[in-house]
């Protein structure tokens, strides 16, 4: 059975058709379906149903799909071993957020990819969540808090933030000074969370509620800057509006919890050498670059 074969189909059942998977693959989509007629003819069964959407698997290949991802995984770290101390090759995979990714995590991948010119870096920028299982992802780089899942995190650095408004809307409404103030301010959201703060030892959680949202951290801070309320931000996002009086920090005797950047994979034994020279990496530039993250003494 070819190991090529098997990491197309994986791919396949990943990315839920021929058309993804053969632009993950870098072949053509001729290609992936000659693979997949081959592995369905030395298996004796089908695989796949070819649909207009795509493709699904079949009871079988839902069955076989977890037993080739783990083969696959297994020859990439025999791979591993035998190459040249240091020396990557193959894809690495990566889902990074869009708010602030390409200035702040953007140098670190690249920097990966300059001292590994066997490794092919797919970097996928956006503040959507990516299920790094069903969409084939060998990790992920992720800010804020956590949520409880199986994925397996590795934390890089801590991440802070604040409460920011601009000059003109402090002038104009005000600022809030403790949490349940927020709620009768305009606050800037993506969606319909909830905000943190911090009351001593206590965390208080509060409910705000606006008129302007949206999924991008960047988008939030040209809200902010224009006077439509206040917002919740990671520092790296509010650091230069702050040092330019664009932006007020507000509310600072009720700081955010501290967050987090974490390189999040899925689960297994052991990560794969990619994995953790990208956590090195990563770690390396915060260490080089900590006011970026507001992390100076």
């Known amino acids: 059975m070819d190991i090529e074969d098997l990491q197309t189909f994986v791919e396949v ?12 693959l870098g072949v053509s989509k001729s290609i992936v379906s000659r693979r997949l007629a081959r592995l369905e003819a030395k298996l004796g069964v089908q695989l796949l149903s070819r649909t207009t959407r795509g493709a699904a698997l079949t009871e079988a290949g839902s069955t076989f799909r977890d037993h080739a991802a783990k083969v696959c995984a297994e020859i990439d ?110 606050a800037l959201m993506q969606g319909t969370e909830a905000w943190q703060f911090m009351d001593g030892d206590k965390i208080i959680t509060v409910h705000p509620h606006g008129r302007f949202k949206a999924d991008n951290g960047t988008a939030l801070l040209a809200a902010a800057i224009a006077g439509l309320g206040i917002a919740y931000l990671p520092d790296p996002i509010t650091h230069e509006s702050v040092v330019s009086g664009s932006l007020v920090p507000i509310m600072t005797r009720h700081p955010p919890p501290p967050a987090g950047v974490y390189v999040i ?13 990208l956590i090195e990496i990563l770690t390396e530039y915060f260490e080089q670059a900590p006011h970026l993250w507001g992390l100076e003494n």
Do not use: W
Not at 77 to 99: H, N, Q
Not at 164 to 182: H, K, L, Q, R
């Open 265 to 277: 994979r899925p689960p297994g034994q052991y990560p794969a050498r990619k994995i953790r020279i």
């Open 13 to 24: 059942a990943h990315a839920g058709g021929i058309s993804p998977a053969a632009a993950r």
């Open 77 to 186: 770290l025999a791979e591993e071993a035998i190459l040249p101390t240091g020396e990557l090759r193959g894809r690495l995979r990566v889902a990074v957020p869009l708010s602030f990714g390409p200035t702040h995590f953007a140098p670190a991948l690249s920097e990966m990819g300059r001292r590994h010119p066997d490794l092919h870096i797919h970097t996928r920028y956006s503040d959507h969540f990516v299920d790094l299982i069903t969409e084939g992802y060998d990790c992920a780089i992720r800010v804020g808090y956590l949520q409880d899942s199986n994925l397996i995190a590795r934390r890089i650095c801590p991440l802070y933030g604040k409460l920011v408004a601009s000059p003109s809307y402090i002038n104009t409404y005000g600022a809030p000074e403790t949490p349940d103030e927020i709620l009768s301010h305009q």
